[in-house]
């Protein structure tokens, strides 16, 4: 069974930019979670998407946007990127996004931005 | 708002020594508390989790049990190995949030032959 698939692995921008991330989960999930992972702050919850609508949403600015569509697979995307958006994001997928499933995480993509 | 505080690293053990990685949480309601880790170059994985209070969950031989009375989920190995060099994060899932983890800060952990 395949795990979660994050593309790009590695992205660079320049300030002003923006980005889109992709992920599509192991199949049969449904609920896809994203994290952004940085030195100073660790792992932050930024939103997770369920059956194409956005369930939980974490503390990021409104440049933070996501989506999913009906076969599950997730993008997310960042607006007028700043220099502390440089990262480390991971998605994570689960069946039901119940709160005691296993969340399944991918390799992640490291966005620097110069 | 929830969270979690876990013991700050990096911990440097010797082979076969005894570990425990301490982790206390804030949070209302019923969460599920979890264990990951993310070995050097390589993907978050679960490691063990709980999702009620005195559940305990192992793997690899890795304890930890959910003690609601002193909201901690303590991460312990009796023997560590030099393949336990790791980075270690605890986590917890509100109950009526589910899909959203809040994780601690990390424990490296470097094992030493």
């Known amino acids: 069974k395949a795990g979660v698939t994050q593309t790009p692995r590695y992205l660079i921008k320049t300030r002003g930019q923006q980005v889109t991330l992709s992920c599509s989960p192991i199949?049969?999930?449904?609920?896809v979670s994203w994290y952004q992972q940085t030195p100073g702050q660790g792992l932050q919850f930024l939103f997770e998407?369920?059956?194409?609508?956005?369930?939980n949403k974490g503390n990021f600015p409104g440049r933070f946007s996501g989506r999913q569509f009906s076969n599950s697979r997730s993008e997310m995307n960042v607006s007028t990127l700043e220099l502390g958006d440089s990262a480390l994001y991971l998605c994570?997928?689960?069946?039901?996004?119940?709160?005691?499933?296993?969340?399944?995480f991918g390799p992640g993509t490291r966005l620097l931005v110069l | 708002g929830d969270s979690v505080t876990q013991m700050e690293g990096p911990v440097t053990l010797s082979e076969e020594a005894f570990l425990t990685i301490n982790c206390t949480y804030t949070a209302t309601g019923y969460p599920s508390l979890f264990w990951y880790v993310q070995y050097p170059g390589e993907g978050l994985q679960l490691l063990l989790k709980?999702?009620?209070?005195?559940d305990k969950g192992s793997n690899k031989g890795f304890e930890a049990t959910y003690r609601k009375e002193t909201t901690s989920f303590h991460l312990e190995k009796g023997s560590v190995q030099v393949s336990d060099s790791a980075v270690y994060f605890c986590a917890l899932s509100p109950y009526n949030q589910g899909g959203k983890l809040i994780f601690g800060q990390g424990t490296e952990l470097s094992v030493k032959p």
């Open positions: 199949s049969g999930h449904r609920s």
């Open positions: 709980a999702t009620k209070a005195d």
């Open positions: 994570a997928s689960s069946r039901r996004g119940g709160a005691e499933e296993t969340q399944y």
């Open positions: 998407y369920f059956s194409e609508t956005q369930r």
